[in-house]
């Protein structure tokens, strides 16, 4: 498997995500992340990283640490390695929307032979990522979601096995934020100009349309605040506010562990 389908989708001149090469296989930990992308519909893209490339799954409700969940993954087409760093706006064309570096970490195969695991459909691996962790499974299913270009060898499913990392926490919605800028969607976009966002506008409709909606407006009030901030006095405000950031980034992970110790 190589970039073609990857680079065919894209134009590397109006996008600013990485045109990416194959990499070749070192002896580092394989790489796994997670990036939440909201595009034409919320999802999040599930990548492992496997003989130079990252083997990607979108996975529309994110993944469940409760076992008996079971989130549809749709295989899509294998990203450059260098895409799991990627967080940023994809202002037109295929993709187009906020990319958020959600979780990122080492994954490790249950198994020697993982292109043998991947052509069964049944994949068993351990994560070792800030929010993911302990033992999961990829399976195919035999179709029936049809899936991108109907092709039902896509649809797959991402479980987690019982473990002592398993629970009940609604992960997606507890730990929301980016694991690279700590932002949320509206941090990202306010990165951005939202002007000139505006006229770039992927998705008109539907729930991610008005989920993108309100993101562009609380992204402009972000960019006036901060410029409000930028007359003030700068040091002393962002000394705070990193301080503030750190002190909350703290407690959500001691909260986090505290509340995967009490579950078992
Ligand atoms: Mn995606």
């Given at each position: 498997?190589?970039?073609?389908?990857?680079?065919?989708?894209?134009?590397?001149?109006?996008?600013?995500?990485?045109?990416?090469?194959?990499?070749?296989?070192?002896?580092?930990?394989?790489?796994?992340?997670?990036?939440?992308?909201?595009?034409?519909?919320?999802?999040?893209?599930?990548?492992?990283?496997?003989?130079?490339?990252?083997?990607?799954?979108?996975?529309?409700?994110?993944?469940?640490?409760?076992p008996?969940?079971?989130?549809?993954?749709?295989?899509?087409?294998?990203?450059?390695?260098?895409?799991?760093?990627?967080?940023?706006?994809?202002?037109?064309?295929?993709?187009?929307?906020?990319?958020?570096?959600?979780?990122?970490?080492?994954?490790?195969?249950?198994?020697?032979?993982?292109?043998?695991?991947?052509?069964?459909?049944?994949?068993?691996?351990?994560?070792?990522?800030?929010?993911?962790?302990?033992s999961?499974?990829?399976?195919?299913?035999?179709?029936?979601?049809?899936?991108?270009?109907?092709?039902?060898?896509?649809?797959?499913?991402?479980?987690k096995h019982r473990d002592?990392?398993a629970?009940?926490?609604?992960?997606?919605?507890?730990?929301?934020?980016?694991?690279?800028?700590?932002?949320?969607?509206?941090?990202?976009?306010?990165?951005?100009?939202?002007?000139?966002?505006?006229?770039?506008?992927?998705?008109?409709?539907?729930?991610?349309?008005?989920?993108?909606?309100?993101?562009?407006?609380?992204?402009?009030?972000?960019?006036?605040?901060?410029?409000?901030?930028?007359?003030?006095?700068?040091?002393?405000?962002?000394?705070?506010?990193?301080?503030?950031?750190?002190?909350?980034?703290?407690?959500?992970?001691?909260?986090?562990?505290?509340?995967?110790?009490?579950?078992?």
């Amino acid at each position: 498997m190589a970039l073609e389908e990857y680079k065919r989708k894209r134009n590397f001149n109006k996008t600013p995500e990485p045109e990416g090469k194959l990499t070749q296989a070192s002896s580092r930990a394989r790489f796994f992340c997670v990036q939440k992308h909201l595009a034409s519909h919320l999802h999040y893209d599930f990548r492992l990283e496997h003989n130079g490339v990252l083997l990607s799954w979108a996975v529309p409700k994110g993944p469940s640490l409760d076992p008996k969940t079971k989130r549809l993954a749709m295989q899509v087409e294998d990203h450059p390695v260098e895409y799991g760093d990627f967080e940023g706006v994809i202002p037109e064309g295929y993709g187009a929307g906020i990319v958020m570096l959600w979780d990122r970490g080492t994954w490790t195969p249950e198994t020697d032979d993982i292109d043998g695991a991947l052509k069964k459909g049944d994949l068993k691996f351990t994560l070792d990522g800030y929010k993911l962790k302990g033992s999961w499974v990829l399976v195919r299913t035999g179709g029936g979601y049809g899936g991108r270009g109907g092709d039902p060898k896509r649809t797959w499913l991402l479980i987690k096995h019982r473990d002592e990392w398993a629970g009940d926490l609604d992960i997606a919605e507890f730990a929301p934020r980016s694991v690279k800028s700590d932002g949320d969607f509206e941090d990202i976009l306010g990165e951005k100009a939202p002007a000139v966002w505006q006229s770039h506008r992927p998705a008109k409709g539907g729930d991610a349309g008005a989920m993108l909606e309100q993101i562009i407006e609380r992204a402009a009030k972000l960019k006036d605040a901060r410029h409000a901030t930028n007359a003030e006095d700068t040091d002393k405000t962002t000394a705070a506010t990193k301080k503030a950031a750190g002190a909350k980034r703290t407690s959500t992970t001691k909260k986090a562990a505290a509340s995967r110790k009490t579950r078992k």
